[in-house]
């Protein structure tokens, strides 16, 4: 069985706009925000709705201090909602801010979109470990908003136990993995003017053999033009070579057969009349 959610038109008012405009105004906030207020603000951009990049945050110069402060807990969450999971959080709890229900499940929806980024169709079987859920039904729901919230499109195959995802948001890019990245596209372009390079010469000898049919059909039609010709004065040739008598003779054979077909029919013309 499977359960599909439907996904929405992109317009003026989406999840995209407004995630952006969400984005935009909270990196607006933390560029003025100092101290306690800065924490505080933190606290907001992790629960707040339809917020789910955090890299230019990361960047704002208040945000960084916190890296080697006191409350760098509060940096490492942000750093985690940005590139990590709901498994590196339970495996770090010591380290970051402690997440109230509402972050908790955000994490989880970004653990989902991690999760669907890497493979298309993802056991329950994985998600349940990923995410620390022991009910299926609790992992359902939990897909459901997901999708609702836009960050996922798919489907729910109960019957295989799996989500099969047909598309996923984009995640925060490490600094780290852009060289990684820019390799694997100049590898992509690679293959790309391999493949466009085979089809040109593909076509090149598509043309070039294309050219020597043309050509030898045209041979051939000439050659048969030619032969007629050879053919037709060759015949031309043999009647002024054949002896004038030869000639008298045909031509006095031709007469004669004409004039006995003439004859039968005038006889049967006759008869036909006498019988009458």
């Known amino acids: 069985m499977h359960t599909e959610m439907m996904s929405h038109s992109f317009e003026d008012n989406s999840p995209t706009v407004a995630t952006h405009n969400a984005l935009e105004h909270f990196v607006a906030l933390a560029k003025m925000a100092k101290g306690v207020a800065c924490l505080h603000l933190?606290?907001?951009?992790?629960?707040?709705?339809?917020?789910?990049?955090?890299?230019?945050?990361?960047?704002?110069?208040?945000i960084m201090e916190l890296e080697g402060g006191p409350n760098v807990k509060y940096f490492n969450a942000l750093n985690l909602f940005a590139y990590g999971t709901y498994k590196q959080y339970l495996e770090r709890k010591d380290q970051v801010l402690e997440l109230n229900v509402t972050m908790k499940k955000k994490l989880q929806h970004l653990t989902i979109v991690t999760l669907a980024i890497r493979n298309k169709c993802i056991p329950y079987k994985t998600l349940l470990a990923e995410l620390d859920i022991t009910n299926v039904r609790d992992l359902e729901d939990l897909i459901i908003e997901a999708i609702y919230a836009d960050i996922i499109h798919g489907k729910l195959d109960q019957k295989n136990s799996q989500l099969e995802v047909d598309y996923a948001i984009g995640r925060d890019i490490r600094?780290?993995?852009?060289?990684?990245?820019?390799?694997?596209?100049?590898?992509?372009?690679?293959?790309?003017?391999?493949?466009?390079?085979?089809i040109e010469t593909q076509i090149h000898r598509a043309n070039a053999e294309k050219a020597r049919s043309i050509g030898h059909k045209d041979k051939i039609e000439q050659e048969i033009v030619n032969l007629k010709k050879a053919i037709k004065s060759q015949a031309i040739d043999c009647d002024e070579a054949m002896p004038m008598e030869m000639r008298e003779q045909t031509n006095h054979e031709s007469r004669k057969k004409s004039t006995k077909n003439k004859a039968g029919k005038s006889g049967g013309k006759s008869w036909f009349k006498m019988a009458n």
């Open 42 to 62: 933190i606290e907001q951009i992790l629960e707040a709705p339809g917020v789910y990049v955090f890299g230019e945050l990361l960047q704002i110069p208040s």
């Open 175 to 198: 600094p780290g993995d852009i060289n990684q990245i820019v390799d694997t596209l100049q590898e992509w372009c690679d293959s790309c003017a391999a493949v466009l390079n085979c």
